[in-house]
């Protein structure tokens, strides 16, 4: 349960994080739209569709972990090897979000003008799918979380996880999308310290699990994780 | 040129119709046409892409359900209670999914297909429409009476990758295309037209000949003309390269392009907004696009046996596998081959790597005639210069006049050397400051020795000592010394006779290009083997062969010139030719790549292969080394396609590709030869050119 209760933590810390990238779009969502019950419409349409992809993304990950897991099973424990590569991805992530790693560099969006089209057009089902094609842009605590829940190799709780980190967005992503600006730099450099540090306990609680099934059978639990985790 | 696709501009094949409807050479062409062209009201959603998005939407549920169902039957009865009550469900929830995506996408696709049925052209369209029809119908089928297998994951994933890959393919060529506009969009749009009734803002393509148009301070010139009114101040970086303004006078031309700096100026229109410079210079690019070099046409042969084969395997692996497993399997295992021979990588290897090299080149003002050169440019093993006008800056200054008579001589100097481009002559011009008030003589050029002309009545000789010699003409004392003392420095000397004496002797100062050290250097690292060739003589070459360190051939006629390039073609390999385009045509033309220098405002008249907008010699290198790159990137393009193809084909026919793989594996392989071939947009930068 623990671990949940860090995955949807460090989702509304790491948020801080999307706030800086994704935050342009929610502002550009709630730009035109002065009613504010229909701002905050948008906005969950919006990040529905979000989490509908990450949900989606999440439980093909563990499908094709799963599966990749049944084929190589004498060859290599992908659960165990997923698991340390989710672990160093979320501790990566916590330090280009501190500040001690540079971030790799992005490349630019091919569609962004038509991405932005979108986002304006007042009609709630291009607001719907902005939001389903937002979950597909590249981010570095997405592709760690998906690593997470591809190391569950089972299909509900990887979209689980995944549901959890993306509801975990939704506070500061509405938040920004409905004050119209971006947290200042301040408030948002002390979130992003707290946010890499959940970041950084639920990347080594995942290593270590990792590591502690890679070492032994796979049904003893972990010691780190609590019971209810592995077994449920 | 035949129709043209409305979107990326490739050539259609024509199917005789001529209805004003647009044309798409592919189905990508026709869906990125739609999400972009529909985007013209700010704030309308463009429904192409929000179809696009709710199909990927409606597909990752299916997929999500499918796979739900895949682990239940891979889990063995595990929750065999559970899953039988939700087995049902999720094939129907599959069903429910599966059907948006065939309505939100199959129509373009089958529009494409029906399109290329009419053209009689053979694409893989039809094939997929087929494939994808029947993997819905048997499913479909499977669902409604509870029993049998579903395949809605592969039509569906079908759908969104074909759809997907063939956007970003078509975007990858509008965005190798678009580097053109951006030249012709430099352009205003609407321009000042001076008349008797005052001054009117009209569109640029309602300008006439002879027009008077007005540019203020800090526009950018819309069409070629004459500066009639001030003086002024032009920036012709654009064709030029250089940044320092030109002072324009009254008569001098301008053109379209280029900036007024800073005052305003009145011109005469000279060409109409179709033929202006910088139009003629994106439709050179175009048009050198058009032509298929040998790697293009490579492709193109492969994928005309291409298509035939597959259908051919398609079928074959049809039949086989319905006989040996099942008719699904047997569909399944088609629909896979279909899918993964979509040759989009291989029908876009060469040109997008050639188009995005040609564009770069061309904003970096080097005009490469056509992907052939380009691709012949990588080849080069030596290159010869001319060195007049090449290696040196061609403003050959006059030091000195020595003659008995030199009002007379200068004035007959100026008549000869008006009508020639030369630069000893322009030099001669300088010097003497010849006016139009000197009546230009008609001249008669004599090629590698210099010019002579009927004047008063008298036969009037200028250039080399060896021209004098042939024609007979002795030489006094004085001039005599004179010849001798500057042959041995080496400086350049042109001689003016008549009446069976040489008159007078104009001494010569050359400079070399402050950039010609390091451009020599820069081609000695890319290995290239270099000579220079000269009309000058032996003494001169080998003061510039020491000063330079490069072996320098002096003496040589425009034929000796060509002998060399030969001689050089057969002890080295492909022989480059770089010269100033306009005494060397013939040698440009000899050589494998013939390059001309600063043919900035003079481009539909070099015949060069590359023509260097610039007097920048760096530029040589430049190209060159992008040539090569080109033609890594276009092996790399063409090696990945190829393998693909083939390797794909083989998985697929013997059944060991799944249909969603295969569409998966079509979108990474356009993905990657889209981004190897942008690659090339960042050379410029890597090499520091700005």
């Not at chain 2, 940044?243 to 800073?262: Q, R, Y």
């Not at chain 2, 569909?331 to 990588?345: D, E, T």
């Not at chain 2, 800056?393 to 003659?403: F, P, Y």
Request: neutral net charge.
């Amino acid at each position: 349960m623990m671990e949940y209760l860090l995955i949807t933590m460090s989702g509304i810390l790491g948020s801080a994080h999307c706030v800086g990238m994704c935050g342009p779009f929610a502002i550009l969502l709630g730009q035109r739209e002065k009613r504010t019950m229909r701002a905050l419409a948008r906005q969950l349409v919006y990040s529905s569709g979000r989490v509908l992809t990450y949900a989606m993304l999440g439980a093909m990950g563990a499908f094709g972990a799963w599966r990749l897991g049944l084929e190589l099973r004498p060859l290599l424990e992908v659960q165990a090897f997923l698991s340390i590569l989710a672990g160093l991805l979320l501790v990566g992530q916590a330090l280009v979000t501190v500040g001690w790693l540079r971030r790799p560099v992005s490349a630019s969006c091919p569609g962004a003008a038509e991405f932005a089209a979108l986002l304006k057009a007042p009609t709630w089902t291009s607001v719907f799918v902005a939001g389903i094609l937002n979950g597909f842009l590249p981010c570095g605590l997405v592709y760690a979380y998906l690593a997470l829940s591809s190391s569950r190799a089972d299909v509900l709780q990887g979209a689980f996880i995944m549901v959890l980190f993306g509801l975990g967005t939704w506070p500061a992503m509405i938040l920004t999308g409905m004050a119209g600006t971006l947290l200042q730099a301040k408030v948002r450099s002390h979130a992003l310290r707290v946010a890499s540090a959940a970041l950084f306990i639920t990347g080594a609680l995942t290593i270590s699990r990792g590591i502690y099934s890679w070492s032994h059978s796979e049904n003893d639990a972990c010691p780190f994780c609590t019971d209810e985790v592995m077994k449920e | 040129m035949g129709t043209r696709c409305s979107f990326c501009e490739l050539p259609v094949p024509d199917n005789g119709s001529q209805s004003a409807e647009p044309v798409y050479c592919c189905f990508g062409c026709r869906f990125a046409a739609q999400v972009t062209r529909s985007t013209g009201e700010e704030g309308q959603a463009n429904w192409a892409l929000v179809r696009l998005g709710l199909a990927v939407f409606f597909a990752m549920n299916v997929m999500v359900y499918s796979m739900a169902l895949w682990s239940q039957e891979l889990d063995g009865g595990e929750r065999a209670e559970f899953s039988a009550t939700l087995n049902g469900l999720f094939r129907y929830l599959c069903l429910f999914f599966a059907l948006p995506v065939l309505f939100l996408l199959g129509g373009s696709l089958v529009e494409s297909a029906l399109e290329q049925a009419r053209r009689r052209q053979f694409g893989t369209d039809l094939l997929l429409v087929t494939g994808v029809a029947a993997s819905y119908v048997y499913s479909a089928w499977s669902v409604l009476h509870e029993n049998g297998p579903i395949y809605f994951e592969v039509g569906c994933s079908v759908l969104v990758f074909v759809t997907l890959g063939r956007w970003f393919e078509a975007n990858g060529r509008l965005r190798a295309n678009r580097s053109l506009d951006g030249l012709e969009k430099l352009l205003p749009t609407s321009v000042r037209l001076q008349s008797d009734a005052g001054e009117r803002v009209v569109p640029v393509s309602d300008v006439a000949l002879g027009d008077n148009v007005r540019v203020l301070a800090g526009e950018r010139i819309p069409c070629d003309g004459r500066v009639v009114g001030m003086p002024v101040h032009v920036d012709e970086r654009i064709l030029t390269g250089e940044s320092a303004a030109v002072t324009k006078e009254p008569g001098d031309a301008v053109f379209a392009g280029t900036s007024n700096v800073d005052s305003d100026l009145l011109l005469e229109v000279t060409a109409c907004s179709q033929e202006g410079t910088v139009q003629r210079l994106a439709r050179l690019v175009r048009e050198a696009r058009m032509r298929k070099g040998p790697y293009e046409r490579l492709a193109d042969r492969v994928a005309y046996w291409l298509l035939p084969g597959v259908s051919v395997i398609a079928l074959a692996t049809l039949i086989v596998h319905s006989v040996a497993g099942g008719g699904e399997r047997g569909i399944l295992s088609a629909l896979s081959v279909v899918v993964i021979a979509c040759p989009c990588a291989l029908g876009i290897a060469t040109p997008l790597a050639v188009w995005v090299a040609l564009g770069e080149a061309a904003h970096h003002q080097v005009v490469v005639h056509s992907g052939e050169v380009l691709e012949r440019l990588a080849t080069l093993r030596a290159l010869c210069f001319d060195k007049t006008g090449t290696m040196t800056t061609g403003e050959n200054a006059v030091e000195r006049c020595v003659a008995e008579n030199q009002t007379l001589v200068q004035r007959r100097a100026a008549q000869l050397g008006l009508s020639s481009n030369h630069a000893l002559s322009a030099g001669i011009r300088t010097y003497v400051g010849a006016s139009s008030d000197v009546p230009p003589a008609a001249v008669l050029t004599l090629p590698g020795r210099g010019l002579s002309a009927l004047i008063d009545g008298e036969d009037v000789f200028l250039g080399s000592a060896r021209l004098m010699e042939e024609r007979g003409l002795g030489m006094a004392w004085p001039l005599q010394k004179e010849l001798d003392e500057a042959l041995e420095r080496g400086a350049p000397i042109v001689c003016l006779g008549w009446q069976g004496q040489v008159r007078g002797l104009f001494v010569f100062r050359e400079q070399l290009r402050p950039e010609t050290r390091s451009a020599l250097d820069e081609l000695r690292r890319l290995g290239l083997a270099i000579l220079i060739v000269t009309g000058d003589h032996a003494a001169r070459g080998g003061r510039l062969a020491e000063e330079l360190g490069v072996p320098v051939r002096a003496g040589l006629l425009p034929e000796d010139k060509l002998a060399a390039i030969v001689d050089m073609r057969r002890d080295v390999g492909a022989v480059g030719m770089v010269g100033d385009g306009i005494n060397d045509g013939p040698a440009l033309a000899a050589s494998d790549v013939g390059f001309a220098l600063g043919c900035g405002t003079d481009l539909a008249r070099v015949s060069a292969g590359v023509c260097v907008l610039t007097n920048d010699l760096t530029r040589i290198a430049w190209v060159i080394e992008l040539g090569r790159r080109t033609v890594r990137v276009i092996r790399q393009n063409l090696f990945w396609s190829l393998a693909y193809n083939v390797a794909g084909i083989g998985l697929a026919c013997t059944g060991r590709l799944s249909p969603v793989l295969a569409a998966t594996a079509m979108v990474v392989s356009s993905m990657l030869v889209v981004a190897n071939s942008s690659r090339l947009c960042g050379f410029a930068r890597d090499r520091g050119c700005e």
